[in-house]
C-alpha cells in the first residue's frame, strides 16, 4: 500500500497543514509493506515564486518519523497527464480538460492526481523515472490512501471522474482518501480570490440547490413585482466576482441604452468576466450558458449576449459607492463575506443601499451561519456569522421586501460550514 501525505508546492514551506497530514499519516499503522509517499508540486506555482527548500521539508518530515520512501517532483508527471488526456471516453470531460490547457497552457490539478493515481496503480506499467528521494520501484502498488486537507476534495473527486473515463474504472475501488479539516490561519488577499477555482466548485459542474432555489424565487418575485422589460437604466452588481448569474437575473430589465456596472475590488475577478464577457473563454461560457437557459426555461428572457452588450466591468469597492446613482444595485455574498465583523457588514450594507435611488429595486443574498470560505488553494477569506433573524431585522431600515432562505440539497455542502443562504428582493422606500 502507498500513502501519500504532506503535499507541498513549491512556493511553500512546511506549516501546520503538513502536520495535521502526518498526524493522520501516523494513525494510520506503519506495516512492513507500507510506503509513504510525498508528492511536490513544482508546475502550478509560478517559477519566480518557488521557495521551497527541499532538503529543509525532507529534514521536518524525518524529524516527525515521517520520511518518505519516495518523494516525486509533479513535474515527472507531465506526459503521463498527456496520456490520460488522450484515453478520456467523455467527450464532455474531455473538451472541458482540453479548453483548460488551451486557456492556460497548463492541466489542471484534477488531470494531475488521475494521472499519478493511474500511474501509481501499474497503469502504464511500472517505468523508472528521477525522484527527489528513494526509488520510483516504491511506487508501484495495488493500493493507494491520500491524506489532505478538505479543500482538496473536489479536484479529487474530478480526478476519480477522469479515471473512470480512462477504462481504468476498476482500479477506483483501490483508491481510498483521507481528508482532515484545515483552515489557513490569517485571511487571504482578496488580489488570491482564485476566480476559476470559486467558479468550478461553486458554479462549475452543475447548478446547485441553493442556487437553484434563489433563481427561482427571484424569478417569481420580480415577476409579480411587474418591473418592465428594459426600464432600468443604471444598474450596479457590487462585489460581482465571477458570478454571472444575478445579472443575467436581471438582464431582461435593463434598457438597451442603459448600463450595468460590474463592480469588483480583484482584479482577477474582472479579468474572467471580461473573457466571458467578450468570448474567448470558451469552457467558462459554456457554464453560464447553464443558467442562462435555466432562466430562459423560468420565463426571464435572461441573455449573455445582453450583458456583453450593457456591463462594463469596474475596480471599486462596496464601501465607496456613490450615494443615489443606481436604479437597481445586486450584491451576492458580499457585505458578509468580506469582513468577520458585524459592523462592517452593516457599513458596507448601507453604503449599497445609499448608492440606490428612493424606490430603487434590490436583489441581495447573504451566508447565512459561515465561518468564512476558500477561493483557491490556499486562501482564506472572512465571514460574518449572520442568522436569518439578523438579515431581516437590518433590511427593514431600508425598504419593503420579500425574503427567502435556500438551504442545500442533501451530499451537495460544497462550502462547510454554513447553514444556508438568504435571497432577499426588494424596493428602497419612497
Ligand atoms: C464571496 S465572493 C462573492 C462573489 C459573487 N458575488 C458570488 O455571488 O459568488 C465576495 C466578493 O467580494 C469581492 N470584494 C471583496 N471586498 C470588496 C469590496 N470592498 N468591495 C467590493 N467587492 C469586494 C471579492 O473580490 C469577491 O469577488
Known amino acids: 500500500m502507498g500513502i501519500e501525505y504532506a503535499h507541498i508546492y513549491s512556493d511553500q514551506q512546511f506549516s501546520r497543514q503538513h502536520e495535521r497530514g502526518i498526524a493522520e499519516l501516523l494513525k494510520l499503522s506503519a506495516g512492513p509493506g507500507i510506503k509513504k509517499i510525498v508528492l511536490v508540486d513544482d508546475y502550478s506555482p509560478d517559477p519566480s515564486s518557488q521557495c521551497l527548500d527541499i532538503r529543509d521539508f525532507l529534514r521536518n518530515l524525518s524529524r516527525r518519523n515521517a520520511a518518505p520512501d519516495v518523494a516525486v517532483f509533479e513535474s515527472e508527471l ?39 493515481y493511474l ?12 525522484c527527489i528521494t528513494g526509488s520510483s520501484e516504491h511506487l508501484y502498488t495495488d493500493k493507494i490512501v491520500t491524506i489532505l486537507p478538505d479543500s482538496y476534495m473536489v479536484p479529487e473527486a474530478r480526478a476519480l471522474e477522469i479515471i473512470e473515463s480512462t477504462g481504468g474504472s476498476t482500479l477506483l475501488e483501490n ?41 427561482e424565487f427571484v424569478t417569481s418575485v420580480l415577476s409579480d413585482m411587474g418591473i418592465a422589460p428594459d426600464s432600468l437604466q443604471r444598474v450596479a ?27 469588483d475590488i480583484g482584479a482577477k475577478n474582472l479579468d474572467y468576466l471580461e473573457q466571458v464577457l467578450n468570448r474567448t473563454d470558451a469552457e467558462q461560457l459554456r457554464t453560464w450558458k447553464i443558467y442562462e437557459d435555466h432562466i430562459r426555461e423560468l420565463g426571464l428572457p435572461a441573455g449573455l449576449k445582453k450583458l456583453s452588450i450593457v456591463s462594463s466591468t469596474t475596480m471599486g469597492s462596496i464601501y465607496e459607492l456613490e450615494p443615489n446613482r443606481y436604479d437597481a444595485v445586486l450584491s451576492f455574498f458580499v457585505a458578509d463575506s468580506i469582513t468577520d465583523m458585524l459592523s462592517e457588514f452593516v457599513e458596507a450594507t448601507d453604503s449599497l443601499m445609499n448608492s440606490l435611488q428612493p424606490d430603487g429595486l434590490f436583489v441581495v443574498a447573504h451566508m447565512v451561519g ?13 465571514a460574518v456569522n449572520l442568522t436569518l433573524e439578523k438579515i431581516e431585522e437590518i433590511y427593514t431600515r431600508y425598504g419593503s421586501f420579500r425574503i427567502r432562505m ?25
Open 119 to 130: 500511474l501509481r496503480l501499474g497503469f502504464f506499467g511500472t517505468p523508472r523515472f528521477e
Open 370 to 382: 459561515s465561518h468564512g470560505y476558500s477561493a483557491g488553494h490556499r486562501t482564506f477569506f472572512p
Open 237 to 263: 452588481d457590487v462585489g460581482v466576482g465571477p458570478n454571472l448569474y444575478p445579472a443575467m437575473l436581471i438582464s431582461s430589465l435593463i434598457s438597451n441604452g442603459g448600463r450595468l456596472e460590474l463592480i
Open 78 to 116: 507531465v506526459p503521463y497527464c498527456e496520456a490520460v488526456l488522450e484515453l478520456i471516453a467523455n467527450k464532455k470531460l474531455k473538451k472541458g480538460l482540453s479548453d483548460y490547457y488551451g486557456s492556460r497552457l497548463k492541466y489542471p490539478c484534477s488531470l494531475f492526481v488521475a494521472a499519478w
Open 175 to 215: 483508491i481510498e482518501h483521507v481528508f482532515f479539516a484545515h483552515q489557513e490561519e490569517n485571511y487571504s488577499d482578496f488580489d488570491d480570490f482564485d476566480a476559476h477555482e470559486y467558479v468550478e466548485r461553486n458554479y462549475g459542474c452543475k447548478i446547485r440547490s441553493e442556487d437553484r432555489q434563489i433563481i
Open 406 to 430: 435556500a438551504t442545500c440539497g442533501s451530499g451537495e455542502a460544497v462550502r462547510e460550514g454554513y447553514d444556508g443562504m438568504v435571497v432577499i428582493v426588494g424596493k428602497k422606500f419612497a
